[in-house]
């Protein structure tokens, strides 16, 4: 914290305060810290964070990390959801965002960009069920035995990098959008437009390359990505644009010296790209990569981008862009469900109060890679075994251990290269 967000407990103490000045005894660093390590503890609940804060050692860390010092006890998680319930949601976006902002003024996440662009991948998941409408509004769909099931679901940008760090942006979202029951789809591409909107003002000078799925393969979003003059690589199955992917065929046999092979390691790779393929009043290219490893079927990708392409760029783009966007799901949604951050667990029935939660959820995974990424632990294998066992050695340290009051900066702290 020290090296990469040292002003963060700051920004949190700077964010407009719902709460009445003279009754608040708790700074916002302090309480927003213990959302934060809910998460990072991986408590799973906000009754266990209850009597996991019992400790002296766990009071005088935070008051570190919070920067208040003068209490002698810890807020009990009901005053954490009260505020929760109040504090702005947009303030908590401006602060998630903030700290992708130091680190790219810090060049730390430059070995990671394409071509110059931030490579960030966009996709939805279903957060959490709850068994009656928690809020107005909330999606909703019928299920087989007749019950009516509610659900939160999120739209993200992840920044994704090659060594396994999905780093969330920005976050939107999901209402009915006027339909009787929950679209996966038409809510999707309607909540795009407005995902777009906050990563243009959370970033208004940041070069993003959009990774897509096919739901996306359409000319209303080319156009949007094309009027924020960012790169994109968006899935292209013959399901999604018909006529067009036959016409990619035709072009394809027209345009036969643009193949390369590659073989590496028992992959082979084969490589043909169609150059300007219309599509409205744009004339973005295709790029298929077939991939056969040893002793497997063979796979074919096929992408649509505005990245201009030739020999010396097909397998970065292919690696390094269109395949990348796996990395929002296995490394992004699947760790935040499944491995100890209890993603699908309802932190608060309150429409703001879930938000605030799901997005301190967010910034203690992104720290949490911060950590696990850099060169401070060379080999996560061989210092902790895994990211779970991470999180519980975190837990018991914070519990037991005073983090000491000299402790001095490592000097530089890098990721592992791409």
């Not at 319930?85 to 303030?91: D, F, G, I, L, R």
């Not at 392409?309 to 796996?326: D, F, M, T, Y």
């Not at 499944?338 to 967010?362: A, K, V, W």
Request: glycine letters at 4%.
């Amino acid at each position: 914290m020290k090296h990469f967000l040292p002003r963060l407990s700051a920004s949190m103490n700077r964010l407009p305060d719902p709460r009445n000045g003279w009754q608040s005894v708790y700074h916002q660093a302090h309480l927003l810290w213990l959302g934060i390590l809910l998460f990072m503890m991986h408590l799973g609940s906000r009754r266990q964070l209850r009597f996991e804060r019992l400790a002296d050692a766990f009071e005088l860390n935070l008051a570190l990390l919070s920067g208040q010092h003068d209490l002698d006890f810890i807020a009990d998680p009901d005053t954490l959801a009260y505020y929760a319930e109040h504090v702005q949601v947009s303030a908590l976006e401006k602060l998630l965002a903030a700290i992708t902002v130091r680190l790219i003024r810090m060049k730390a996440f430059d070995p990671f960009r394409l071509y110059g662009y931030f490579t960030v991948a966009i996709d939805g998941s279903q957060v959490c069920t709850f068994e009656h409408e928690p809020w107005p509004g909330c999606p909703h769909r019928e299920l087989s035995t007749g019950k009516t099931q509610y659900f939160a679901y999120v739209l993200d940008a992840k920044l994704v990098t090659p060594c396994g760090m999905a780093l969330t942006l920005a976050t939107e979202m999901l209402t009915n959008e006027g339909n009787e029951n929950f679209d996966k789809q038409d809510c999707e591409l309607k909540a795009f437009p407005r995902l777009v909107e906050k990563l243009r003002q959370l970033f208004p000078r940041t070069a993003f390359c959009l990774l897509l799925d096919s739901l996306y393969a359409n000319q209303n979003v080319i156009r949007l990505i094309e009027t924020n003059q960012w790169k994109y690589t968006i899935t292209f199955k013959e399901g999604s644009m018909p006529e067009r992917f036959n016409e990619t065929l035709s072009l394809a046999s027209m345009q036969k010296d643009n193949r390369l092979r590659v073989n590496e390691e028992n992959i082979a790779q084969s490589f043909q790209w169609v150059e300007q393929l219309p599509i409205a009043e744009f004339t973005p290219n295709v790029l298929f990569c077939r991939e056969q490893q040893q002793d497997k079927e063979a796979t074919t990708f096929v992408w649509l981008t505005n990245f201009n392409l030739n020999r010396n760029n097909v397998q970065n783009i292919a690696k390094k862009g269109g395949r990348l966007r796996w990395k929002i799901e296995n490394e992004g949604f699947n760790v935040q469900k499944n491995d100890g951050y209890e993603m699908e667990h309802p932190y608060s029935e309150h429409q703001n109060g879930f938000r605030i939660f799901y997005i301190l959820l967010l910034i203690a995974y992104y720290i949490t890679q911060l950590i696990l990424h850099g060169s401070l632990i060379q080999a996560l294998a061989k210092s902790f075994g895994s990211a779970k066992n991470f999180a519980r050695r975190l837990a018991e340290s914070l519990r037991n251990h005073l983090v000491p009051a000299d402790l001095a900066l490592p000097g530089q702290i890098r990721f592992r290269p791409p």
